[in-house]
């Protein structure tokens, strides 16, 4: 394995671990506040599957920058800007949904179904977030090749 794939890799885990984590910590704060230990597997699970496939998105992401061509600096910035985003989303974005379901009628928040899809459209949309500004970053930093392709900017002529 070389150096560049152990680093996607390890990207990759580090994307993972930002999903898992905030199930892992509602997990062991029901565990103190008295809840039933397999009443967060479900968040946990599922957190674990959006996990596992936006780490192997991330890791692809890195692979192919490296393999376009990309400066090394420019995908490393772009991946720990996207981390930080996919961080503060997957720990927020799920306490926002799940603090706006707590104003429902009972009839509704009793589903045993509405936790876990809430928390799960939080973390896509998490995911979706931190792809769209690694994209975005990495996009901004690459060198300008619009006026090789002939298609750049038009300047004006006074």
């Not at 506040?33 to 890195?62: C, Q």
């Not at 936790?115 to 973390?123: G, M």
Request: net charge positive.
């Amino acid at each position: 394995m070389t150096w560049g794939r152990a680093l996607s890799a390890g990207y990759a885990a580090l994307v993972t671990g930002a999903l898992v984590a905030p199930a892992l910590a509602v997990r062991a704060a029901g565990g103190r506040g008295g809840a039933a230990v397999t009443a967060g597997a479900d968040i946990l699970v599922v957190s674990g599957v959006i996990g596992l496939v936006a780490g192997g998105w991330a890791g692809r992401r890195m692979l192919a920058g490296r393999a376009a061509g990309r400066a090394p600096a420019d995908r490393w910035l772009a991946a720990v800007l996207a981390l930080g985003v996919l961080a503060v989303g997957a720990a927020g974005l799920p306490a926002l949904a799940l603090h706006a379901v707590a104003g429902l009628p009972a009839e509704l928040t009793s589903q045993s179904w509405l936790a876990p899809a809430l928390w799960a459209a939080a973390l896509v949309a998490a995911a979706l977030a931190a792809a769209a500004t690694d994209r975005g970053l990495a996009r901004w930093l690459a060198p300008d090749r619009s006026s090789r392709s002939g298609r750049g900017r038009r300047e004006l002529v006074p």
